[in-house]
């Protein structure tokens, strides 16, 4: 059993900064590599970012990298997801997910997800 929380999504101005969290919980959470992902109006969700269960390694999905950077605290088991200069096509539901296996996250799949956040970015 996992459970994954999102918070810290709201209407956001363009050019502003927001960082995302995700607490995570069940018994055996600290051994699962983490992730965001995002689904905007109308489109598929994607992947996002990805972390390993230590946090010694990310990917980042090329049409983010440089403003969206996925951390995570072991000890918390809290998963944060920072986006900078943010624009209008940022404007999305965003997702928290966890798997055992980072290469699944990074393939764009999970095995548990959160509720999502919505992150809305007026120009």
């Known amino acids: 059993q996992v459970q994954l929380v999102e918070s810290g999504g709201g209407l956001v101005q363009a050019g502003g900064s927001l960082r995302l969290s995700c607490a995570a919980s069940g018994p055996t959470i600290s051994t699962y590599a983490m992730g965001w992902f995002r689904q905007a109006p109308g489109k598929e969700r994607t992947f996002v970012a990805a972390v390993t269960w230590s946090g010694g390694g990310t990917l980042h999905a090329d049409s983010v990298k440089g403003r969206l950077t996925i951390s995570r605290d072991t000890a918390k088991n809290t998963v944060y997801l920072q986006i900078n200069s943010l624009k209008p096509e940022d404007t999305a539901v965003y997702y928290c997910?966890?798997?055992?296996?980072?290469?699944?996250?990074?393939?764009?799949?999970?095995?548990?997800w959160g509720q999502g956040t919505q992150v809305t970015v007026s120009s």
């Open positions: 997910a966890a798997d055992q296996l980072f290469s699944q996250l990074a393939s764009g799949r999970a095995d548990h």
